[in-house]
């Protein structure tokens, strides 16, 4: 496993863990998030990536997910869900869940590389 606590365009502080700090991206997961924000143009925001195995959401799992793999990240969509979930999809992320409603600002997309596909919402 490859992992990495930065990238050129996603601050440490916004991949770490929100309960520990602890971050342990995994690189191609990190590469691939790289390429959807080269091409959506603009910043991305991150609410969520790495979580420790003793955060709150992961602790409550039977095993660890994709957040305390380093391989997923929640993304904040504004307007842009659709646009998002389209690139993501290009991309080659496989697992998306979709919060697109509510306040603006706490709209998200889930993103990560599993290997089978699977869609849902919040």
């Keep these: 496993m490859s992992t990495a606590d930065h990238s050129?365009?996603?601050s440490r502080e916004e991949l770490q863990c929100k309960h520990t700090g602890r971050c342990e991206m995994e690189q191609?997961?990190?590469d691939r998030l790289e390429a959807l924000r080269e091409e959506y143009g603009k910043p991305i925001r991150v609410s969520s990536a790495f979580r420790d195995?003793?955060?709150?959401?992961e602790a409550k799992k039977d095993k660890v997910g994709y957040?305390?793999?380093g391989r997923?990240?929640?993304l904040l969509v504004g307007?842009?869900?659709y646009r998002l979930l389209e690139l993501a999809i290009k991309h080659?992320?496989?697992g998306l869940g979709c919060s697109f409603r509510g306040p603006v600002e706490s709209r998200y997309l889930h993103v990560d590389d599993r290997d089978i596909p699977a869609v849902w919402s919040y």
């Design 92 to 94: 080659g992320f496989k």
């Design 28 to 30: 191609s997961f990190l």
């Design 67 to 69: 957040h305390g793999l």
């Design 79 to 81: 307007y842009d869900g």
């Design 8 to 10: 050129p365009r996603f």
């Design 72 to 74: 997923a990240a929640d």
């Design 53 to 57: 195995k003793s955060h709150p959401a």
